[in-house]
């Protein structure tokens, strides 16, 4: 794989990964509470993070670099993260 194009996969996950948290941010800020708002701007978050992580997985196929699986691995807290304050704020 080219340099040019791993350091476009990486910089690309990284922008993605960001947006999806400062949407989930910007949405509990304006919700105040509201389950649909949040549940909207959860659902917008996790679906970035997901489109960061398969692109990382299939330019992991391609040609195998520590920083895809490392990148997939901080994308996956991520979400995780997200799903836990969800569930500790609405469901419990």
Same mark, same amino acid.
């Given at each position: 794989m080219d340099e040019h194009k791993m350091r476009k996969v990486v910089v690309l996950s990284l922008a993605s990964t960001l947006l999806a948290i400062l949407f989930f941010i910007f949405g509990r /800020?304006?919700?105040?509470?509201n389950i649909l708002l949040d549940l909207v701007y959860y659902i917008l978050s996790i679906v970035l993070m997901l489109i960061s992580v398969l692109a990382l997985y299939n330019n992991n196929k391609i040609q195998s670099h520590k920083i895809f699986r490392y990148l997939m691995l901080v994308n996956v807290l991520f979400m995780a *993260? *997200? /799903?836990?304050?969800?569930? &500790? &704020?609405?469901?419990?």
């Amino acid at each position: 794989m080219d340099e040019h194009k791993m350091r476009k996969v990486v910089v690309l996950s990284l922008a993605s990964t960001l947006l999806a948290i400062l949407f989930f941010i910007f949405g509990r /800020t304006i919700s105040k509470g509201n389950i649909l708002l949040d549940l909207v701007y959860y659902i917008l978050s996790i679906v970035l993070m997901l489109i960061s992580v398969l692109a990382l997985y299939n330019n992991n196929k391609i040609q195998s670099h520590k920083i895809f699986r490392y990148l997939m691995l901080v994308n996956v807290l991520f979400m995780a *993260l *997200l /799903t836990f304050y969800m569930v &500790n &704020n609405h469901f419990a």
